[in-house]
């Protein structure tokens, strides 16, 4: 993995490389250079299978980070690429010419995230949420519980120490 | 003679509805010919559909968000909760991901219950789907054994861990208990049964006229489909793929099993039948063996220290696992917090039933779509989480 | 046995004094043209008039011992919708094949609200789904009732801090049998279906006259939640 590593360093912007159980290496690509990075593994160095594209909110440090993960099915190795990109613009190339599903992700990183794929095919149509009204959910300054509470009313609950509760319904004179 | 396809526009087939050639049918949510609560949006032609959007979103309950607000251990009942028919696999993955952070070690006879466990519930879920790929064709009968049968396969959950659908059985550090007494005698009498159920499946179904005049070619998925779409699981050993994470990444004690993958080449809902059916025969092979060499004594928990201020240092991982539709991952990453920063789920039916069925639907009989749905094994609850 | 006192004078539950800032109230201000009428003003223009306009009324009640005995029949062939609105449309599975086998109680799953009188809401009801289901219950043939199982559908249950789902199934549709648990048991739930029984034979399932009488409330509530209503206001 190191080796590929250094081969694709040559091309390509890499930094932070980290490498769990030898097989699952993982490292930040620029943004630019995203879609060319995976076609790149996928044509040349056998990474053809798109396992998932999610995202990752680092709101302190006012980042997306982009994540995805592809694996090879000859040494069964994974490979974990990270974009950082800016969490105020978010905008990324789209990889739905790549894989067929990737549309399918980027739709719903879309709409849970608002980030923007130009180019992806139905990413404006609503996947999950239909009718939504608020912020993109999956955002970490999205607050689901002050939401919930908001607009969903909840059934009263009868709470009970269940000491206090055992000794009321046991012994009633006491 | 004009044509039968439609304009494109923008990459986007335009049908002139207006033209009473074509018709705009929903299948779904409310539908019988749909597993679960998720709909297709089908244009057809006569009978054939030419075009179909799959909607899902119907059973979204935001994980990944509720996730971020509670603890690790408060994140293990609602995991399970992701996959209904096979709930353990999340637990599994979930736990697993923890456990890879924290780079704890787990005693070896938990990693034999948690083996027995998914393949028990590997079991429970075949039986579920073979039902439905049946009812799908209009076979009720087989759908009255199968379920009814894989309640006994639910009697021994109970027993073993005391719920029948949500276990909640592997906790971070191992699994909640060991077996019970005397419930290795049950389970061989059930998997006994499941096997004789099984011949008779083969005579009723697989050898069945009708369903294999209307299984065969339906859905054909090539091999050069596969990285195109992500397919996994099943559906990939169906055309010939012998791609089997137990057996290329092994976990768990499957390295010390004796299995291999079962593959068929047609590539179609027939194929993809039989692979299934040799499956159920795998997985009732792999819990006797689970049950002859599992060691019989020893811990089944390492100890954790206060589970509610637990903190899993800082990192990113991704686990996976073969679940009955393929591959199913959990990306995790920690802040070094108490609360998991982010945990995205891969669920299999994510790619089959939104990217693929869309393609595969197109050509195919409006009566065939319920069948060639649940031929993929789609299950919405994990698409949408 | 769960309290299920609802104050229906009150103000539509969400967003309860708070409606001048909240922009869905006024998307949907006008779909009472009168006491009897209906407006449909969330369709297009065109559309309004395919659908009709009247509000649902209740049933009028015939004299007493004919009324006993249509109960007595209507408690006897309970058929379900089968709509899996959640986790629990699993155990209906189960329920419906040999085991436990609801046909030797009068009951099977129906696969066209047209033809069920008995919506089984099987758990959380996410805010899409909610849309469906009010638009199946009332395409519903009359009598009808509602079994709402786990408990999600009783106070949210697990997902009692998600944004996607609602906390109480009866402030949308009335309910008239709650069973508990997460997953409640194929026993809890015929357990269930034979409480409903017995209220049809005492004459005590009356969501569906509850639905019709309160009918603005029911409706109000709908909208606030349902922020694309693009549906009739009622379907017949």
Known sequence: ?174 | MESLYPPIVNGKAVYDLESQKYLKMWQGPQHPGVTGNMSLELDICGDEVIKCDTHVGYLHRGFEKLMERRRYINCFPIVCRICVPEPDTNEYLFATAMEDLMGMEIPERALWLRTLNLELSRLASFLMWIGGQSGAFGMGTVAQWTIAYRDYVLDLFEEWTGARIYHMYMTPGGVRGALPEGWVNRAHKVLDGASKLLDEIRHVMLNNAIFKQRAVGLGTITPDMMDRYGIVGPNARGSGVARDIRMDMPYLVYPLLDFNIETESAGDAYARTVVRWKEIHQSISLIRQILAKMPQSGAVHTTLPNVLHLKVPAGQTYVRAESTRGEYGYFMVSDGSEFPRKVTVRGPSYTHAMALLEDLAVGVNIADIAGLMVSLHTYPPEIER | MIDNEINYDSEPVANAGDNSSNPTTSAYPDWRKDDNTLTNAGLPDEEQEWFCDARPQPARKSWQPIEDFLNWARANSLWILAFGTGCGAIELRPLVTSRYDISRLGMQPRPTPRQANVFMIGGYVSIKTLKRIVRSYEQMQGPKFVVAVCSCAINGGMYWDSYNTVKRIDEYIPVDVYVTGCMPRPEAVLAGFTKLKELIKAGKAEGQNLYAEKFDWYKENQKKVIKDWNMPDYNW
């Open chain 1, 1 to 174: 993995m190191e080796q590929l590593y250094n081969n694709l360093s040559l091309q390509f912007e890499l930094n932070d490389f980290m490498l769990r159980h030898g097989t699952q290496a993982s490292f930040i690509a620029k943004r630019e250079q995203l879609v060319s990075l995976l076609t790149n593994l996928r044509d040349i160095h056998g990474y053809t299978h798109l396992v998932m594209v999610t995202c990752v909110d680092w709101l302190e440090d006012k980042l997306f980070q982009l994540t995805y993960i592809v694996h090879n099915h000859h040494d069964q190795s994974d490979i974990i690429v990270k974009v950082l990109i800016d969490r105020d613009m978010p905008e990324m190339d789209s990889i739905h010419h790549l894989w067929e599903q990737g549309r399918v992700f980027q739709r719903e990183l879309h709409e849970m995230f608002g980030i923007s794929f130009p180019g992806s095919p139905g990413q404006d149509e609503p996947m999950i949420l239909e009718g939504w009204q608020g912020p993109p959910p999956m955002r970490r300054d999205f607050d689901t519980k002050e939401y919930c509470e908001a607009n969903y009313s909840n059934r009263e609950r009868d709470s009970r120490e269940p000491e206090e509760h055992m000794q009321r319904k046991l012994y009633p004179e006491d």
